[in-house]
C-alpha cells in the first residue's frame, strides 16, 4: 500500500436539521497510520460527520471515499465490511453477552458467519477474542456480563469489537468520555499503540484537549457545521480563529 | 360496473372510513399522552355500540324517536368515557412503568373482560339498532338514492377531525395533550397534575371510540366479534397513518375503506379469462395498501421516525445452557412423556391432554424464539398456527395428500406467509411490531372466515383424519412428540450458534449490531420466517389430532395464549415457554369445562399476573428472592 495515500477521503459533505445545518461543506482526509483528532464545541457537526462517514445518516450532498471508492449512502453493515470500524459516543455493547461473547460475535459477523445456525458459537473465534481482550486490557473482565462492566471497561470493549472487524479505518466518537484523567490518557496510548502495529487510520473526536494535543497527529476543528482549521497539533493550538471559537463560552479544559 | 356505482361505493366507504378513524384517532391520543397502546379500544367501540342500540329503544318512548335516538348515541358516548376514565385510574395507573409488554398484555385482559361482559349482559345473538329517524330515506345523485344516514356518516369523520383539531390548538388542555406527547418529562417539570391528564385523555380517547361505535348503530348489528375486527382495522388505518399523527389517521382510514369499497363496486371482474370476485378480496386489498405504504413510507404516511437508541434500557438476561442436572431433568421429562400411550388404557384422557400439552410447546417455543432472544412480542403468532393447521386440513382432504405430505404442505404454507409477513413485521419496533403482527393475523382469519370454497368459512373443515399409522392415538402422539423436541432441539442449536447470538445482539443495540456488519433486519427476518415454520408444524399437528379445524382456533385468543404461556414459564430460559405451555394447557383444560366465561377468567389471571409482578414474573421471583 501506498504509505501516504487517504485511506478516507471526506468531500463537501453537507447534512441539515430543518434549517440547521450540522454539517456544512466539510472535507478532509485521514492516511493510513495517521491519527486525527476532530475537534469543535458542542453541537458543532462531529457526531453527525461520523455518522456519515460510517453511512448511519445519508448526506444531503457531498461525498466519503474509502481507499478510492465511493460509498455514500451505503448502509452501516456494508460499510462495516469494507473496512470501517466505530466506537459510539454512548458506548453501545450487547448487554446480554459477556465481554468475551460480544467479540466473539463482532468476529462472526466480520467472517460472513452470522448466518450460521448449526455449530455452536461457545468455541467459535474465542482464542481471537480473548487476544483482542488482552490487547485492549480487558482480558480479566472477559468472561463476566458486559452489562455488569465499568463504563471505562465498556469503551474498551467496543474499541476491541471495532479491531474485530480488522478495519482499515477507525472511527472514535469521544472515546474517553466518562473517564477520569490518568484512565484517559492510557486509553488514547493504547489507540496511538494499536494505530501504529495495524497502520490504522483513526478519526476521533475528542473534548480534552492535553489527550488532543498529546496524541493526535493532525487536527481539524469543526465550529457550527464549517470547518474552520484543519492542520498539525502547534499550528492549529495557535490558530487566531480556533482560539476565539474556544475563549467564546468555551470549558475549561479547552485551553491546552 | 357504472358510474353511479362507483359513487354509491364511494360514499358508503367515506362512512365506514368515519368509524375507522374514530377508533383509530382515540387510539392515537391515548398512545400519544400515556405511551400505552389500548387493545381494548376495539371494546369500547363494541360497547358504544351495544349500549347505544339498547339506550335508544329505551329512551325513545320518554324524549320522542329523534331525541331517543341521539340521545342514546350521546349517552353511550358519555359512558364509555366514564369508563374508560375509570379502567384509566383502576388499571393502567399502575402500569406506566411496566414493560411495553405487559401493558399490552393487561389492556388485551380487559378485552377479553368486556367481551365476555358483553357476552353475559347482551348474550351471544346480534341486536339490530333503530333506523336514524329523519336520516332514513335517500337522497338522488346522479339517478342513484345514497342513503342519507352514510352521507350523514361521511361527513361525521372530518367534523370529528375538525373538532378535535380545534380541541388541540386552541384550548388549555389540548395544549397540554399535545405538550405531553412531545415531552413527558416537561409536563411533568412544569408541576401539571399529571394524573388527571392522563385520565382525562384516556376519557377521551375511549369516548370518541364509543361514540364511533354508536355512531354506527343504524347502519350495522352489534355483534361480539366487532371489538378484534375494529381493533385490527384500526392498527392498520394507525400503522399507515403513522402514529400520533390524527390528520394521518383520517387519511389512512380514508385510503382503506375506499380500497374496500372500490373492490366490492368491481364486482366480479375477468381477468384473463379467469373470472375473480373482486369483492371477496377486500381483505387482500387492506394487506396490498398497508404493504404499499410501508414499503413507500417505514413509519406511515405522516408518521416521523423514531430516533433509534443506542442500547436497550435494560439488560436482558442471556438464555442459560443446560446444565448437567437440567440434562437429566429433560430427558427424564422425554421418558415420562414417551410413556404416555403405556398408561393411556388406564386413564383414557392423559394421551388426549398430554398431545395439547406437546402441541402449545412446539407453538409456544417457536413465539419465545422471536420474543427472546428476538426481542420481537408479536401479537400475531396464531396466523402461522392457523396457516400450517389450514395448509395440512387443505392438503389432507381436498387434494388427498397422504398424511406426511400433508404435513408437510401446512408447514410450507406457514413458512410462506411468515416470509411475506416477516419481511414488513420485521422492519418495526416495539408496540408498532406489536400492532402489525396483529393486525396480520386478523387478516389471515378474515380470509379463512370469508374465503369459504377453500377453507369451509365460519365451519371450518372437518374429517381431517391422519393415516395409519398415524390414525391410532398412540401413533399420532410420538409422531407430535418426536415433531415437537425435533424443533425444540432446532431451536436450541440455533439459539446458541452464532445466529442466536446476532438476533440477540440486534436485540441489544441494533446500532452497535449494524455498525459490526450484522443486518440486523435480514437476521430477524429469518428468526421471524423460521419461528412461522415451526409454529405451522405445531398448527399442522393440532388438525391433525383434533380431525377438524375452525377460524376460532386461530383467532388473536390463540395468539394472546402463546404470549400468556411464555411470560407464565418466564422469558429468560429456553425451558420457560415449554413449562408455560404445559401449565397453561393443564389449567385452560381444568377451567374450561367448569365455565362458558373461560375468557374474562384467563383475562382476571393476566391482570393478577401483570399487576402483581409489574416488572415481569421472573423480576418478581428474583426480588422475592432478594428479600429472603
Ligand atoms: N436527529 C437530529 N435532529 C435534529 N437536529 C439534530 C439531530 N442530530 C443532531 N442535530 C443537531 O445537529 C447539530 C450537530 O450535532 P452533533 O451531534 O453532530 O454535534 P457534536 O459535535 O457531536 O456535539 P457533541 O460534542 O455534543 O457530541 C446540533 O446542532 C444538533 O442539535
Ligand atoms: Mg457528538
Redesign the interface.
Known sequence: MNAGAPVLEVRDLTKSYGGVRAVDGVSFDVAAGELLALIGPNGAGKSTCFNIV?G?LRPDAGAVRLGGRVITGL???RI??LGV??T?Q?A???????AA?NV???L???RG??????????R?GREQALDLLAQTGMAAQADR???TLAYGDVKRL?LA??L??EPRLLLMDEPTAGMAGTERREMIALVQALTRARGLAVLFTEHSMDVVFGHADRVIVLARGRLIANGGVDEVRRDPLVREVYLGGAPTEARP | MSLDSLLFQAVNGLASASGLFLVAAGLSIIFGVTRIVNMAHGSFYMLGLYLAVTLAPALSPWIGGAAGFWGGILVATLAVALLGALVEMVLLRRLYRAPELYQLLATFALLLVISDAVLFLWGPEDILGPRAPGLSGAVDLLGRRLPQYDLFLALAGPAVLLGLHLLLRRTRFGRLIRAATQDREMVAALGINEALLFTAVFALGAGVAGLGGALQMAREPANLAIDLSVLGDAFVVVVVGGMGSISGAYLAAVLVAEVKALCTALGVVDIAGYAFNMSRLTLVAEFLVMALVLILRPHGLFGRPQPPATTRARAEPAPAPLGRRGAVLVLVAVALFAAVPLIGQFFAYAPVLALDMVIAALFAASLHFIMGPGGMASFGHAAYFGLGAYGAAFAATRLGAPTPLAFAMGIGTAAMGATLFGWFCVRLEGVYFAMLTLAFAQIVWSIVYQWEEVTGGSNGMFGVWPQAPFDEPAGLYLAALAVTLAGLFLIRRVVFAPFGFALRAGRDSSLRAEASGIPVARVRWLAFALAGTLCGAAGALFAFAKGSISPEAISVGRSIDGLVMVLLGGVQSLMGPVLGAGGFTLLQDMVMRETDYWRALLGAVILAVVLLFPSGIAGGLRRAGNAR
Open positions: 460510517n448511519q448502509p452501516p453493515r462495516a465490511a470500524g466505530r459510539f454512548v453501545a455493547v450487547f448487554g446480554s453477552m459477556t461473547q466473539q460475535t463482532a462472526a459477523a466480520a458467519g452470522t448466518f450460521d445456525l448449526w455449530r455452536p458459537a461457545r467459535l456480563p458486559a452489562s467496543e469489537m471495532a474485530a472487524g
